[in-house]
């Protein structure tokens, strides 16, 4: 699989945070993610592992070409985040999926959490 050029080959390269509510359509989220990323390379997406399966999921990833990255909500719950949710917290055992994900994969958050009716997504910069 190649991996994504998005929107031109701007000076980074991504990784998508990704977070859905289950039986979210594959192609909302695809639109989400695309609609988010700025100019770059997406290299990964990254989700909490209990998202693992969703076929929303495996559908974005296989879409982009890029692999699923995944962390448990302890591990999600350690990352201070500028939009956390006490709602997420309350269903998901994290106070952000896409904004955490986001920063555990890469160095810096460049897009803060935008939602969509069933998603939302998160990106960041990703070490070389």
Sequence with gaps: MSRAKIKGSGPFRLVAGVGCSLGCPPDELRALIAATL?????????????????????????HFGVPLKTYAAEALAQVDVPTPSAIVARHVGTPSVAEAAALLSGTRLLVPKTRSEHATCAVAECPE
């Design 38 to 62: 700025p100019a770059g390379e997406l290299v990964a997406l990254a989700t909490v592992d209990r998202r693992a399966q969703e076929p929303c999921m495996l559908a974005a990833a296989e």
